[in-house]
Nanobody
């Protein structure tokens, strides 16, 4: 059974940094794309960025470019979202998701809350 578990959320001041983790278990993820999404109160879930697990190739939403970095640790089967220069508008529940390369994101974590105070 594939499982994803996010951690690392919390309260941070504007301009600060935070690193989220997504621990993946249940199978090999070498043929997967791992993504981060977020959902702010009253808004739809939005794509933040993703990484192709085997190649390490990343892609980001415009809102994340230059501030957020996605990486993975093969030995720990963990994906990270390093967030810097955080803004109050980054406040959201952040979710980790997995998709077979070319497929839909069909495995999701429970989410972790990030709150950025002004």
């Amino acid at each position: 059974q594939v499982q994803l578990a996010e951690s690392g959320g919390g309260l941070v001041q504007a301009g600060g940094s935070l690193r989220l983790s997504c621990a993946a278990s249940g199978r090999s993820f070498s043929s997967y794309v791992m993504a981060w999404f977020r959902q702010a109160p009253g808004k739809e879930r939005e794509f933040v960025g993703h990484i192709r697990w085997s190649a390490g190739i990343t892609s980001y939403a415009d809102s994340a470019k230059g501030r957020f970095t996605i990486s993975r640790d093969n030995a720990k089967n963990t994906v990270y979202l390093q967030m810097t220069s955080l803004k109050p508008e980054d406040t959201a529940v952040y979710y980790c998701a997995a998709a077979v390369l070319g497929g839909n994101y069909d495995t999701w974590g429970q989410g972790t809350q990030v709150t950025v105070s002004s």
